[in-house]
């Protein structure tokens, strides 16, 4: 199976893999959901056994957000489109990925370092 971590912004997103016992990041996308979708075909090749970890940006206290709403909706789009999605919070995982990286930047580093934390923290799930 090919498990894959998603950090949505509506700027950038990042993605990672996890593949032979290791979580990988991978390039941030900058775009639409089209082009969201266009990263996941290329990442699976095709393959049907996949699982697509997105992070869901609820609040500090667990409520739902504008974005987690729109997360919740680009989720429901993916299923239509024929991925398996599960939701996790991502809570924190872009501040745990600016200390790993030590500074912001603009290339989608940390997006795709925070899918790193997102399918680390879904991992520990299964």
Do not use: H
């Amino acid at each position: 199976m090919v498990l894959i971590g998603v950090d949505y912004g509506r700027k950038k997103t990042g993605f990672a893999v996890f593949r032979e016992g290791l979580v990988l990041p991978l390039d941030a996308v900058f775009g639409t959901w089209s082009k969201i979708r266009g990263k996941l075909e290329e990442l699976t090749g095709g393959e049907d056994d996949c699982k697509v970890v997105l992070g869901l940006p609820l609040s500090s206290t667990g409520k739902p957000t504008e974005l987690s709403l729109e997360v919740e909706k680009l989720s429901e789009w993916l299923i239509e489109s024929g991925y398996s999605v599960e939701l996790i919070n991502e809570v924190g995982s872009s501040a745990a990925a600016v200390l790993l990286l030590g500074k912001k930047d603009r290339k989608g580093q940390v997006d795709s370092l925070a899918a790193c934390e997102i399918l680390k923290r879904y991992l520990k799930i299964i």
